[in-house]
């Protein structure tokens, strides 16, 4: 057994390791409290330090952001009339797949949802009017609606993040998981990142604590390899995943159509989209980028390329993406160990400021560091964008009032014969 004095010398050898690659990095603020803090805390917080990624920190400066977009070209989509012309088949195929134990689901869960403003999982959200209805609930309705007509269920994967991942667990337990087999729906938790103030520096969240928020929605597939649920995917010969953002309460899960359409196509990602209400709608676009499927925000493209007509008299760029694509698994083990961009997003970081008060910022104050799920796309050398009715399939929250909010969405859910 260690001797009280040698575990202390161990203890502040410890400190000292910190405090060197602090130093090194130009973080050594983080330890500033190091003194005051319980014997517990102080193990806590370096292990903290220990265990996160400080290089993410390197992506401060724009120009690392900035790589230079390819060439831009059109990627046309598969459109409500084809897939009206062969829907049958495509549903039939589809369901095959999904009885055959093929088709999993991955919703995403782990954001902060910071815009919504409540301190609670975004899934948690209730959202009815005369009774309860929350995101989660809605989710597994949709997901109901698929696995009725198929006749067996879907593997639900669920990621959370350090900051949500209890609250959630419990929430699908004490609301017995909607009607969803509890055997069906596993959590798994995605990687941190530190968040910084604009000069780089790293909040501390408490005196113990070091500010960290999720690492974004781009790094599920490789948490879920890392948590080990991912056994599940190969132990059932899993062949497609469907991911998908939490807060579209309209969102269609494991839709048998966009399935069959998936695996009639050969392709190697799906993508949902929804044609563009104007030429100059904000959304994301999906296109090609140097030849390959990729998704561009509306500020890069130019003016010219947002009017440019295809020859069908079209928009060239028509189609923004929705957050629900299908992936193919063995194109996900491909890329598994690529690395992919880490975007700098500035948000609202709660910290601590000099004089030890713990403030909530209600502008933003810094970056956090994230990889996205769009950049998985231009992995791919396959991609079909797959084209649906945004009134039936889209009703984002993402703020509290106006567009794409609470209100916005609870209209869709009407429109959608969902009673409030
Ligand atoms: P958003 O980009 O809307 O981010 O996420 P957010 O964190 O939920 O909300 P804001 O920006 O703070 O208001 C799109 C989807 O990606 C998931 C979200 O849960 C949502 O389903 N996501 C986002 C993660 O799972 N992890 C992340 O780190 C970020």
Request: hydrophobic residues 35%; proline residues 3%.
């Amino acid at each position: 057994m260690m001797t009280t004095n040698k575990w202390k010398e161990g203890k502040r050898m410890n400190y000292e390791k910190t405090l060197k690659k602090l130093e090194e990095i130009g973080q050594q603020h983080l330890l500033k409290y190091y003194d005051e803090l319980s014997a517990k805390e102080q193990e806590a917080l370096l292990a903290q330090i220990d265990e996160t990624d400080f290089s993410v920190i390197r992506f401060m400066d724009s120009e690392a952001q900035e790589e230079g977009r390819g060439k831009i070209e059109p990627l046309a989509a598969m459109q409500l009339s084809e897939i009206a012309a062969k829907e049958q088949h495509f549903t039939q195929v589809g369901l095959e797949a999904i009885r055959r134990g093929k088709v999993g689901a991955v919703l995403l869960a782990g954001g902060m949802g910071t815009r919504l403003g409540s301190d609670s999982p975004k899934g948690v959200y209730n959202i009815g009017v005369t009774k309860d209805l929350y995101i989660f609930e809605c989710l597994i309705r949709n997901l109901m609606r698929v696995t009725d007509m198929a006749g067996n269920f879907v593997y639900l994967f669920v990621m959370t993040s350090d900051k949500n991942h209890e609250e959630t667990v419990r929430f699908f337990e004490t609301h017995s998981y909607f009607g969803y087999p509890g055997e069906y729906v596993k959590f798994f938790k995605q990687e941190m990142a530190p968040a910084v103030d604009y000069g780089g520096k790293v909040f501390l969240e408490e005196k113990g604590k070091m500010a960290t928020s999720p690492n974004g929605n781009g790094g599920w597939f490789v948490s879920m390899a890392r948590s080990g649920i991912l056994d599940i995917v190969h132990e059932t010969g899993m062949e497609w995943l469907n991911v998908f953002a939490v807060d579209n309460v309209l969102q269609n899960i494991a839709d048998p159509t966009f399935v069959g359409a998936c695996i009639e196509d050969e392709c190697m990602v799906g993508a949902k989209v929804v044609r563009k209400a104007d030429p100059d709608e904000k959304v994301g676009v999906i296109c090609l980028e140097d030849g390959k499927p990729s998704i561009v925000e509306y500020y890069e493209l130019t003016d010219e390329m947002r009017h440019q007509k295809n020859e069908q008299g079209d928009y060239a760029y028509n189609f923004g993406v929705i957050l629900n694509y299908l992936f193919r698994v063995s194109e996900l083990e491909r890329i598994i160990s690529h690395e992919l961009p880490l975007h700098r997003v500035e948000k609202k970081i709660p910290y601590m400021d000099e004089a030890g008060n713990e403030v909530k910022p209600q502008e933003p104050n810094g970056y956090k560091f994230e990889q996205l799920v769009l950049d998985m796309i231009h992995e791919m050398d396959k991609c079909l964008p797959y084209e649906v009715v945004r009134e039936k399939e889209f009703a984002p929250i993402k703020n509290k009032e106006g567009i794409d909010s609470v209100e916005s969405a609870r209209a869709l859910l009407k429109k959608n014969g969902v009673t409030l």
